[in-house]
């Protein structure tokens, strides 16, 4: 019986821990069609803010559209009061957020 990709993510997880989660992350990251937003996601959420702003610069200089929804994305909340994050939601030209205001 071939696993399916939760089950075998599982598998993996039971014998390589937390290495497991970031190969997984990393193979799924790179197959995104725009990887440099989804992956400043995974960083953020990960809390890794450091590689979370540089991954989300980068995709901004590219102009991934998916940049358009950065405040709306709960894994960002931890960079609402990043300096950086700030600079990036104003170069975008989106409005900064009020706190517990969806970005409309």
Same mark, same amino acid.
């Given at each position: 019986?071939?696993?399916?990709?939760?089950?075998?993510?599982?598998?993996?997880?039971?014998?390589?821990?937390? #290495?497991?989660? &970031? =190969?997984?992350?990393?193979?799924?990251?790179?197959?995104? @069609?725009?990887? %440099?937003?989804?992956?400043?996601?995974?960083?953020?959420?990960?809390?890794?803010?450091?590689?979370?702003?540089?991954?989300?610069?980068?995709? #901004?200089?590219? &102009? =991934?559209?998916?940049?358009?929804?950065?405040?709306?994305? @709960?894994?960002? %909340?931890?960079?609402?009061?990043?300096?950086?994050?700030?600079?990036?939601?104003?170069?975008?030209?989106?409005?900064?957020?009020?706190?517990?205001?969806?970005?409309?």
């Amino acid at each position: 019986m071939k696993l399916g990709p939760i089950d075998a993510l599982l598998v993996n997880y039971r014998h390589k821990g937390e #290495v497991a989660i &970031r =190969d997984y992350m990393a193979e799924y990251v790179a197959q995104a @069609p725009r990887p %440099d937003f989804y992956r400043a996601m995974a960083y953020a959420e990960a809390g890794d803010s450091e590689n979370a702003i540089r991954s989300l610069t980068k995709a #901004v200089r590219q &102009r =991934d559209f998916e940049v358009l929804e950065m405040l709306n994305c @709960p894994e960002f %909340d931890s960079l609402h009061s990043d300096r950086r994050f700030q600079q990036l939601v104003l170069l975008v030209g989106l409005r900064p957020q009020k706190s517990g205001s969806p970005q409309l």
